[in-house]
C-alpha cells in the first residue's frame, strides 16, 4: 500500500524557535499533500492543501505566515512552525493523495504525525 | 448542522461483533472513509465506500450505507484486542476531507 513518512515523530523546542515537520510519499508521487491539526481527544482539523509547485491554499483561521508549506516536489512537503509558543503544542498530521484519476485523488494516506511541544 | 456525528466511546467483548456508527451531512459527498488511529500514531485507512453503493464488505469490515438518513455504518466482526482504537468516519466535501471527532473502541478479553 501507499506509504507517508512524516518526521520527526516527536520535537520539543523552546518557545519562540521555529520547527520544520517534513512529509514525504515513499512510494507513489503525490501531486496533493495536506497537513491537519489535532487536539487531544478531538477530530483533525485540516490546516491547509498543498499543491506541489503552487502556494497552499490555508483553511479559514490559519495563519499563512505562522505555518509555512512547501511542496517543492512530488514526494515532498514541509510545514514549518515559525516562532513557536506554547499554544502551537498539538499533533500535526499529513497526508497525501496518491494522484490523479477518480480513485486515486480521492483517498488520502496519512503519515504517523508529529506530536510538537513548545515549552 | 455542519459536523460528522459518531457516538464517542463503544466497548465490547473479544469475539463480539462491533457497529460503530456515524451520520453525515453533505448529501452530495461522493466519498466516505472509516480511518484507524491508535494511541499516538496516525491514521490507518481501513475502508472506503463510493456513494452509489449500499454496501462493501472487506475481509472483517462490512460498510452500510444509507443515503437517504445519511448514516453510515462499520461493522467489525470477531472483534480482536488489537482491534481497540479510535475509529474517524470522513466525508469528501468538494476537495477535502471532513471528519467526525471519533469513536473509541476498546475491546476487552
Known amino acids: 500500500g501507499a506509504v507517508v513518512s512524516q518526521h520527526p515523530s516527536r520535537v520539543i523546542c523552546k518557545s519562540g524557535t521555529s520547527v520544520k515537520i517534513e512529509c514525504r510519499s515513499l512510494?507513489?508521487?503525490?501531486?496533493?499533500m495536506f497537513w491537519y491539526r489535532q487536539f487531544p481527544k478531538q477530530s483533525l482539523m485540516l490546516m491547509a492543501t498543498?499543491?506541489?509547485?503552487?502556494?497552499?491554499?490555508?483553511e479559514q483561521g490559519v495563519e499563512k505566515d505562522k505555518f509555512l508549506i512547501n511542496h517543492a516536489s512530488l514526494t515532498l512537503s514541509t510545514l514549518t512552525v515559525t516562532s513557536a509558543h506554547p499554544e502551537d503544542s498539538s499533533f500535526y498530521i499529513c497526508?497525501?493523495?496518491?494522484?490523479?484519476?477518480?480513485?486515486?485523488?480521492?483517498?488520502?494516506?496519512f503519515g504517523a504525525g508529529t506530536r510538537l511541544s513548545v515549552l | 448542522g455542519e459536523d460528522v456525528e459518531q457516538s464517542l466511546f463503544l466497548s465490547v467483548r473479544e469475539g463480539d461483533s462491533s457497529v460503530i456508527n456515524c451520520t453525515y451531512t453533505?448529501?452530495?459527498?461522493?466519498?466516505l472513509y472509516w480511518y484507524k488511529q491508535e494511541p499516538g500514531a496516525g491514521l490507518q485507512l481501513l475502508t472506503y465506500?463510493?456513494?452509489?453503493?449500499d454496501m462493501k464488505q472487506d475481509q472483517r469490515l462490512t460498510v452500510l450505507l444509507n443515503k437517504k438518513d445519511k448514516h453510515l455504518s462499520l461493522r467489525i466482526a470477531d472483534t480482536q484486542t488489537g482491534d481497540s482504537a479510535i475509529y474517524f468516519c470522513?466525508?469528501?466535501?468538494?476537495?477535502?476531507?471532513?471528519f467526525g471527532k471519533g469513536t473509541m473502541l476498546l475491546v476487552s478479553p
Open positions: 497526508s497525501a493523495s496518491l494522484g490523479t484519476g477518480p480513485l486515486a485523488k480521492n483517498i488520502q494516506y
Open positions: 512510494d507513489f508521487q503525490a501531486t496533493t
Open positions: 498543498s499543491n506541489e509547485g503552487s502556494k497552499a491554499t490555508y
Open positions: 453533505d448529501s452530495s459527498s461522493t466519498y
Open positions: 465506500i463510493f456513494s452509489n453503493m
Open positions: 470522513a466525508e469528501k466535501r468538494s476537495s477535502t476531507l471532513t
